[in-house]
């Protein structure tokens, strides 16, 4: 049980936007930084955002992250098939000392 | 360009002791400002932080594994190391070594290797 909660799936036409949201509470995402990750099949997870709203280089602008209170959001504008993945958002928890993931979502390109 | 690679048996008999170990390569373990973690995958579920070491040997572990865990770096051989003991079958899972700045985000990544507890 996950104390980063994000919605199971998400999913959407080539060429629309999702957005994924990941819901926590002040001893976490209201009081730290939050990076996304992005899990293709079979492979290792990728850094997307980190530090709430920033992309590393070589990630597309149309990845985007904000957050706002206890919650976070990334948008991904532009879908491609390619995007189809499992998505995570991470933060750290003063509470819990530790770092904690979201429990992921499933990014389907209809 | 930045890998890590982690290395150690596949399979791991109930209540022995899970060794892993991530090499390093193209840059330094001693690099100041980052940390050296462990993050794992049970087949079909999220991801769960397993513990993070700085090159000096300082550490800190998830609460739920501490009592389990030891983490140790050898900057020599730039490598750090997974211990985790008394392993059930709840502990199998893809082990993957991660480097991440202290906010924590995780920038590079091993490929990840999966551990099997079974006898």
């Known amino acids: 049980q996950s104390v980063l909660t994000q919605p199971p799936s998400v999913s959407a036409a080539p060429g629309q936007m999702v957005t994924i949201s990941c819901s926590g509470s002040t001893s976490n995402i209201g009081n730290n930084y939050v990076s996304w990750y992005q899990q293709l099949p079979g492979t290792a997870p990728k850094l997307l955002i980190y530090?709430?709203?920033n992309r590393p280089s070589g990630i597309p602008d149309r990845f985007s992250g904000s957050k706002s209170g206890t919650s976070a959001t990334l948008g991904i504008t532009g879908l491609q098939t390619g995007d189809e993945a499992d998505y995570y958002c991470?933060?750290?928890?003063?509470?819990?000392?530790?770092?904690?993931f979201g429990s992921g979502t499933k990014v389907t390109v209809l | 360009q930045l890998q890590l690679q982690e290395s150690g048996p596949g399979l791991v008999k109930p209540s022995e002791t899970l060794s892993l170990t991530c090499t390093v390569s193209?840059?330094?373990?001693?690099?100041?400002?980052?940390?050296w973690g462990w993050i794992r995958q049970p087949p079909g579920k999220g991801l769960e932080w397993i513990g993070s070491i700085y090159y000096s040997g300082s550490t800190y572990y998830h609460p739920s594994l501490k009592s389990r865990v030891t983490i140790s770096v050898d900057t020599s051989k730039n490598q750090f190391s997974l211990k985790l003991t008394s392993v059930t079958a709840a502990d199998t899972a893809l082990y993957y070594c991660?480097?991440?700045?202290?906010?924590?985000?995780?920038?590079?990544w091993g490929q990840g290797t999966l551990v099997t507890v079974s006898s």
């Open positions: 193209g840059g330094s373990i001693s690099i100041s400002g980052y940390y």
């Open positions: 991470g933060t750290w928890d003063s509470g819990l000392s530790a770092h904690v």
């Open positions: 991660a480097r991440h700045h202290h906010n924590p985000n995780y920038d590079y």
């Open positions: 530090e709430n709203n």
